[in-house]
């Protein structure tokens, strides 16, 4: 490594990054620092703990597989090139660190709502030359999927409420988290030993106390909302079956984003309007109904994890900037309403898990009738986008419109979106 250590200290790392969410802190020292703190701390466990079989087999797979192991050897290195403190300099460092992450708890911070640690720790390697073909590799995702689910059973647990209390700096419920979290709005009993909440998944997808969101003209079919608490990100209008989705512009591509299999489905929105939002840190987390009507369709999709586009490279904002073509390459859940406004046909709700756990959950199913603002499914851990999509000639105007403020507080679920014609 004394290579990369020489050309490291020749290079001056970037110091901001466009972070969007309150996910991650903008100061790079501060993401550095902790990359260190959480590797130090992995490194402590290892003595004391065999890795996870999950964690095992991601590594043998990847020392097996000669092109992959190049690929990822070589993400790093780029990354340590460039001056930047991942905290690990190796395959097997990174497997301690994730071997870690499986049974970790994320605390309250004042710099930074939640501390992704796995996308703390990939955020350089992935946008490095040798890092696109990594996080699109499908035996690399299919492994780091096993590892995610032991995480999101860990964070299903009773050992996951380490930090839901009321001790600063960490505690979810001390002074200055409970102002950024806004908890008053939500079901909880302080009373209660972690305020009610039996493990950090409850706490993370806590739900709204009635009467928190009212249903924006609830009677006016015409009147379409948020079907989520997120701060709008793009909208789109003549979508194309099959579009150039991997570049800088990234172009909705409905056959990738419905899957090959629902190619009929997707036709059904040739020529129509996106829009898209990006859910932060303390956001609420759960789907709502953005019209009254039927489910008609109700799947996953299984996807890629932290994979960017080259198109950005280094210098924006990684997976921020990498939203609209993380609609057709991520991990989502996709449900379809046919509205009861005829004239507004098919309305298709895309949810995409971005980072971390990545887990959507869906609580509909096909034939299931729904109100404007019925729960539609959730969000586990981790950061994510959604998309509503339209048919041509649907929507006459949305609310939001671009450019659009990355400082402006999100656009609260229930509220007007669009008006349809």
């Given at each position: 490594?004394?290579?990369?250590?020489?050309?490291?200290?020749?290079?001056?790392?970037?110091?901001?990054?466009?972070?969007?969410?309150?996910?991650?802190?903008?100061?790079?020292?501060?993401?550095?620092?902790?990359?260190?703190?959480?590797?130090?701390?992995?490194?402590?466990?290892?003595?004391?703990?065999?890795?996870?079989?999950?964690?095992?087999?991601?590594?043998?797979?990847?020392?097996?597989?000669?092109?992959?192991?190049?690929?990822?050897?070589?993400?790093?290195?780029?990354?340590?090139?460039?001056?930047?403190?991942?905290?690990?300099?190796?395959?097997?460092?990174?497997?301690?660190?994730?071997?870690?992450?499986?049974?970790?708890?994320?605390?309250?911070?004042?710099?930074?709502?939640?501390?992704?640690?796995?996308?703390?720790?990939?955020?350089?390697?992935?946008?490095?030359?040798?890092?696109?073909?990594?996080?699109?590799?499908?035996?690399?995702?299919?492994?780091?999927?096993?590892?995610?689910?032991?995480?999101?059973?860990?964070?299903?647990?009773?050992?996951?409420?380490?930090?839901?209390?009321?001790?600063?700096?960490?505690?979810?419920?001390?002074?200055?988290?409970?102002?950024?979290?806004?908890?008053?709005?939500?079901?909880?009993?302080?009373?209660?030993?972690?305020?009610?909440?039996?493990?950090?998944?409850?706490?993370?997808?806590?739900?709204?106390?009635?009467?928190?969101?009212?249903?924006?003209?609830?009677?006016?079919?015409?009147?379409?909302?948020?079907?989520?608490?997120?701060?709008?990100?793009?909208?789109?209008?003549?979508?194309?079956?099959?579009?150039?989705?991997?570049?800088?512009?990234?172009?909705?591509?409905?056959?990738?984003?419905?899957?090959?299999?629902?190619?009929?489905?997707?036709?059904?929105?040739?020529?129509?309007?996106?829009?898209?939002?990006?859910?932060?840190?303390?956001?609420?987390?759960?789907?709502?109904?953005?019209?009254?009507?039927?489910?008609?369709?109700?799947?996953?999709?299984?996807?890629?994890?932290?994979?960017?586009?080259e198109a950005y490279g280094e210098d924006p904002g990684g997976l921020n900037d990498s939203q609209g073509y993380s609609t057709a390459v991520a991990a989502r859940a996709i449900i379809v309403i046919d509205a009861d406004d005829a004239s507004i046909g098919a309305v298709a709700c895309v949810f995409v898990g971005m980072a971390e756990v990545?887990?959507?959950?869906?609580?509909?199913?096909?034939?299931?009738?729904?109100?404007?603002?019925?729960?539609?499914?959730?969000?586990?851990?981790?950061?994510?986008?959604?998309?509503?999509?339209?048919?041509?000639?649907?929507?006459?105007?949305?609310?939001?419109?671009?450019?659009?403020?990355?400082?402006?507080?999100?656009?609260?679920?229930?509220?007007?979106?669009?008006?349809?014609?």
């Open positions: 490594m004394a290579s990369i250590a020489s050309t490291a200290s020749a290079q001056k790392p970037r110091q901001a990054r466009r972070r969007l969410g309150g996910w991650l802190p903008e100061k790079e020292a501060a993401l550095g620092a902790f990359r260190k703190t959480l590797m130090a701390a992995a490194r402590e466990r290892a003595q004391r703990c065999q890795p996870t079989t999950v964690i095992q087999e991601f590594q043998a797979a990847v020392n097996a597989d000669a092109v992959l192991r190049m690929h990822l050897t070589r993400a790093i290195e780029e990354a340590l090139a460039e001056g930047y403190v991942l905290g690990y300099e190796s395959i097997e460092d990174l497997m301690v660190v994730m071997d870690y992450v499986t049974t970790y708890a994320p605390p309250f911070s004042e710099s930074s709502s939640i501390i992704l640690p796995l996308n703390g720790l990939l955020e350089w390697p992935m946008c490095m030359p040798g890092g696109y073909a990594v996080f699109r590799d499908p035996v690399f995702n299919r492994h780091l999927k096993r590892v995610l689910d032991v995480w999101c059973g860990f964070l299903d647990g009773p050992h996951s409420r380490a930090h839901l209390n009321a001790d600063p700096p960490s505690g979810w419920f001390s002074p200055e988290a409970l102002r950024k979290t806004g908890m008053e709005q939500f079901i909880c009993n302080p009373s209660e030993p972690y305020w009610g909440f039996a493990s950090w998944n409850d706490f993370f997808t806590r739900r709204l106390k009635a009467g928190q969101r009212p249903v924006h003209e609830k009677e006016n079919p015409k009147a379409i909302v948020s079907a989520c608490e997120a701060a709008p990100y793009s909208i789109r209008d003549d979508a194309q079956l099959r579009d150039r989705f991997w570049i800088k512009s990234q172009p909705y591509s409905l056959e990738d984003i419905f899957t090959g299999r629902e190619a009929s489905l997707a036709r059904e929105f040739i020529g129509g309007s996106v829009y898209q939002a990006y859910l932060g840190a303390c956001n609420y987390h759960r789907w709502h109904a953005p019209v009254a009507g039927r489910i008609r369709r109700a799947y996953l999709v299984d996807g890629t994890y932290y994979s960017d586009i990545s887990s959507c959950v869906i609580d509909v199913v096909p034939g299931q009738a729904v109100e404007k603002g019925d729960e539609l499914g959730y969000f586990q851990f981790g950061g994510s986008t959604y998309c509503l999509i339209f048919a041509p000639g649907v929507i006459e105007s949305f609310g939001p419109k671009p450019p659009f403020d990355d400082n402006a507080p999100p656009l609260a679920v229930n509220s007007y979106l669009a008006t349809a014609r």
